[in-house]
């Protein structure tokens, strides 16, 4: 098996662990989702029954004051309550899209995770759902991607392949065309020539 092929197969197996551990993420998630309703949904009868007694109790006092009070306040903790499990549902929206285009870029964790931060800072979640806005306006993932390869090149993983032709390797392959034994400047143009520099 050549080494492109091993380094395919690599890749696959790679993609697969991680798509399969994206996917018992999202299975734990949702197990948890169900579990806190049930728990929200209980403890909610309970506090329904509860506030019920109090409110026939201070009708009976007249205390129409204090029930208006405790009414404002379980509003606001309602209110509360759906904003912080919204903020929740959005960052989790958030971070699977950059934890999946940083998985794109690089296999290493590492450095995944600094991409996964930079990707962070673009990527918006709206009502209409997840959103990537970019210095130049809306952009896509595969936009913001090469965006964030070019911005942190020393994060992405390059392209393995290596020898003449090959998008990975120096151009042509073979020996320096030059003298590379002359002169100080016929080693210099040599070299130049070689690895396409200005002379």
Same mark, same amino acid.
């Given at each position: ?28 998630? #949702?197990?948890? *989702?169900?579990?806190?309703? $049930?728990?929200? /949904?209980?403890?909610? @009868? +309970?506090?329904?029954?509860? !506030?019920? &007694? ?43 899209? #950059?934890?999946? *285009?940083?998985?794109?870029? $690089?296999?290493? /964790?590492?450095?995944? @995770? +600094?991409?996964?931060?930079? !990707?962070? &800072? ?43 032709? #090959? ?21 210099? &143009? ?10």
């Amino acid at each position: 098996m050549t080494d492109e092929n091993l380094q395919h197969q690599e890749n696959q197996e790679d993609a697969a662990v991680l798509k399969a551990e994206i996917e018992r993420l999202r299975e734990h998630n #949702a197990k948890l *989702l169900g579990e806190k309703k $049930t728990v929200q /949904s209980r403890a909610q @009868e +309970l506090e329904q029954m509860q !506030a019920e &007694a109090e409110q026939k109790r201070l009708e009976e006092k007249q205390e129409f004051e204090k029930l208006w009070r405790q009414e404002q306040e379980q509003r606001t903790k309602a209110s509360q309550e759906l904003e912080n499990l919204r903020k929740h549902i959005a960052d989790k929206d958030r971070s699977e899209t #950059a934890l999946k *285009l940083a998985a794109g870029l $690089t296999r290493d /964790s590492a450095r995944a @995770e +600094l991409l996964k931060k930079e !990707a962070l &800072a673009f990527i918006q979640h709206t009502p209409d759902g997840v959103k990537i806005q970019g210095p130049d306006g809306d952009m896509t993932v595969e936009q913001l991607s090469t965006y964030l390869a070019k911005q942190f090149p020393f994060l992405v993983d390059g392209n393995q392949a290596s020898g003449g032709g #090959a998008p990975g390797g120096l151009s042509g392959g073979g020996a320096a065309k030059g003298n590379m034994g002359g002169s100080r400047e016929e080693r210099q &143009a040599a070299i130049a020539a070689r690895f396409n520099l200005p002379k």
